[in-house]
């Protein structure tokens, strides 16, 4: 199941509002280009407060790549220092733009731009953002290990492996324009301010938990928890809970405060509760005879570019 993300570069979209169109990444720029559409540190913790995770893009000119080498190794600095800055943890990827329809000529010059920003990041943390041909030809070389691929310059092709995939361009959505993507691995490259790396094994079971919760995300929005002894009512919000965990964005640190809690919630033997789940619209449908073991308490063409 594809996690729902956008990109964005002058507009500001309202971080609220992404979160209640379920989109739970976005793809920013930084380092090289102009400043007026990065990613600041500001909007880094807002959209990780807001559980929606970012992933890191390198842009200057559309065609910049083209430079070669050289392009590469500064692309990869600038952006390396300003996704440090902006609370980016050691070891995500960062994609690189080749934002125009790459030919079969012009490739070696691309190539040798990606291998120099390799020589800074690593070649396990290079990523390529572009159409089919630069998508195909990235893989086909081994000059990139992340992929996210735009519908632009693709003939309707999508490449197997990608990472991500921008199927839709100037979108009007949470107050701005901006792009959709999708996300169709675990690990696409996402992260949060204040986050660590998390391992393989870690991405692949929030992955396989995204799958169980996006289907509940798609009806469940609150819960109305009742104590059936006292009548007390508990409105517990689950959207910030979706955002997280579709996302993907949780940290070992999370993780391990939700099976502490869970723990602490089965010791307790909390029992005694019944659910009222609140459908997404108008419909309501309580839960009858529901019982729950649990802790209640009150309280991502051309994207953007110059």
């Given at each position: 199941m594809a996690i729902e993300g956008v990109d964005y570069a002058w507009s500001r979209p309202n971080i609220g509002q992404l979160v209640e169109a379920r989109k739970y990444f976005a793809c920013r720029y930084g380092g090289p280009g102009s400043s007026g559409k990065q990613l600041d540190p500001a909007e880094a913790r807002a959209l990780s407060a807001a559980g929606v995770a970012i992933v890191a893009n390198a842009e200057g000119a559309a065609d910049g790549l083209l430079g070669g080498w050289s392009v590469g190794v500064s692309w990869a600095s600038s952006a390396e220092a300003h996704f440090a800055a902006c609370g980016m943890p050691p070891g995500r990827p960062i994609y690189l733009s080749v934002d125009f329809d790459v030919q079969s000529g012009q490739w070696p010059a691309v190539a040798s731009a990606l291998r120099g920003a390799a020589s800074v990041l690593g070649a396990h943390r290079v990523g390529v953002y572009g159409g089919r041909r630069a998508i195909e030809l990235a893989r086909r070389d081994g000059v990139a290990q992340w992929f996210w691929q735009t519908y632009?310059?693709?003939?309707?092709?999508?490449?197997?492996?990608?990472?991500?995939?921008?199927?839709?361009?100037?979108?009007?959505?949470?107050?701005?324009?901006?792009?959709?993507?999708?996300?169709?691995?675990?690990?696409?490259?996402?992260?949060?301010?204040?986050?660590?790396e998390m391992t393989p094994a870690e991405h692949y079971w929030l992955y396989n938990t995204a799958q169980i919760t996006y289907a509940f995300a798609a009806v469940w929005q609150e819960v109305d928890v009742v104590n059936a002894d006292t009548g007390q009512h508990y409105m517990l919000d689950l959207r910030p809970y979706w955002a997280k965990v579709s996302g993907a964005s949780l940290t070992p640190g999370d993780v391990a405060i939700v099976a502490a809690a869970a723990g602490k919630g089965a010791a307790d033997g909390v029992a005694g509760l019944s659910f009222d789940l609140r459908l997404a619209g108008t419909a309501q449908q309580p839960a009858t005879g529901l019982r729950g073991e649990a802790d209640a308490e009150d309280g991502r063409h051309h994207h953007g570019h110059e």
């Open positions: 632009a310059w693709s003939s309707g092709v999508w490449v197997l492996g990608n990472h991500i995939e921008q199927y839709r361009n100037l979108v009007e959505l949470a107050g701005a324009i901006l792009d959709l993507d999708r996300a169709l691995a675990s690990d696409f490259g996402q992260w949060m301010t204040g986050g660590q």
